[in-house]
């Protein structure tokens, strides 16, 4: 099983950026699926994540900005960041939990200019 991140790059304040992670194997309809980032300095943090059933969770900070879903047809997570702000600077993971445990993806570095 393997999880491929994409979708970051530089964009201004008050951009927006649509992150995807397409998994692999059988599991990903009755996965939890997460965005995670990690700013330079700071420890790694949940940003969103939602339920095989879609039930959503998001930090405090990116409430009514961002968006997660999912489309299980393409074993496919998106985030949609709109209003970005240069605090959201940072490298975005992506997490898999199934039956199997946890399985992350390789970063995806999303840059703020102000």
């Known amino acids: 099983v393997q999880l491929q991140a994409s979708g970051g790059g530089l964009v201004q304040a008050g951009g927006s950026l649509r992150l995807s992670c397409v998994a692999s194997?059988?599991?990903?309809?009755?996965?939890?699926m997460g965005w995670y980032r990690q700013a330079p300095g700071n420890e790694r943090e949940l940003v969103a994540d939602?339920?095989?059933?879609?039930?959503?969770n998001y930090a405090d900070s990116v409430k009514g900005r961002f968006t997660i879903s999912r489309e299980n047809a393409k074993n496919t997570v998106y985030l949609q960041m709109d209003s970005l702000k240069p605090e959201d600077t940072a490298v975005y993971y992506c997490?898999?939990?199934?039956?199997?445990?946890?399985?992350w993806g390789q970063g995806t570095l999303v840059t703020v200019s102000s």
């Open positions: 194997g059988k599991q990903f309809r009755i996965s939890r």
């Open positions: 997490k898999q939990t199934s039956l199997y445990g946890d399985l």
């Open positions: 939602i339920t095989g059933p879609g039930r959503t």
